[in-house]
């Protein structure tokens, strides 16, 4: 199963993913998280990344496409892949197109969570994380005890580029150079829509209904 899950800055590409890849038994890849990764180990790429992301600003595609053609040649990603978070750019889904086809693994659906901006920024700021990998949201998905994860106990933290500037720039990026792959995508017959806006629970009943026809 070969599978892009596309949508604005909180739409539930990450909740969603989690759920997906443990269910599908495919590795779930999030470029923000690569990315995110580098900044904390504080590697070259980091450092040049961290800049661009803490502006809410896309980083530069060809560092981008050099991440994904490399994850997409490790071998877990035989039995499939859920790109998170790429392709974001019109180059991007070019150079995927180009890299799909090299390994033979040409993608069955792009999945479009559907959220109106107002309701984004209310998810963006209650938002959660624990280096776990785990998300929640002070409403929406609260831990069990506040500030501290539900799986492993440790101290939840929010995101630095989930401060409310950052975040009308991450929409506007958004805007700008990514809602474009909706028609780019539409026109593959690749596209489905999904109404992000329903519960996390109902968000993934609706995708394995559309996914379920790709199992093999
Ligand atoms: P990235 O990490 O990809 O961030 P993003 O696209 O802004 O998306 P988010 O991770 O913020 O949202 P999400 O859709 O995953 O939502 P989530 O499930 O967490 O990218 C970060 C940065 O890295 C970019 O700004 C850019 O600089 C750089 N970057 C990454 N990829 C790049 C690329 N390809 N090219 C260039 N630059 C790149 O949910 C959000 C919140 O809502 C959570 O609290 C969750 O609990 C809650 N929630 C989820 N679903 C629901 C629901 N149905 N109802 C109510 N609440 C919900
Ligand atoms: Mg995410
Ligand atoms: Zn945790």
Known sequence: ??????????????????ELSNYYDIPHISTGDILRANVKE???????????????ELVPDEVLIGIIK??????????GYLLDGYPRTIPQADAL?????????PLDV???????????????????MCKCGESYHIRF??????????????????RDDDKEEVIRQRL???????????????????LVHINGEKGINSVFD?????????VN
Do not use: W
Not at 70 to 79: G, M, S
Not at 97 to 105: F, N, R, S, V
Not at 183 to 190: E, F, Q, S, V
């Open 42 to 56: 504080g590697t070259k790429l980091g450092k040049e990344a961290e800049q661009y992301m803490n502006r809410g």
């Open 110 to 128: 792009v999945l479009n969570i559907d959220v109106p901006d107002e309701e984004l920024v209310g998810r963006l700021s209650g938002r959660y």
């Open 206 to 214: 609706d995708i394995r209904v559309v996914l379920d026809k790709y």
């Open 70 to 79: 490399n994850r997409l040649a490790e071998p877990d990603c035989k039995k």
């Open 1 to 18: 199963m070969n599978v892009v899950l596309f949508g604005p800055p909180g739409a539930g590409k990450g909740t969603q993913a989690k």
């Open 172 to 190: 506007e990026s958004y805007k700008n150079k990514t809602q474009p792959l909706i028609d780019y995508y539409a026109n593959k017959n690749l």
């Open 141 to 158: 998905n609260p831990p069990q005890k506040e500030g501290i994860c539900d799986s492993c106990g440790g101290q939840l933290y929010q």
């Open 97 to 105: 197109a180009g890299i799909l086809e090299e390994i033979g693994m």
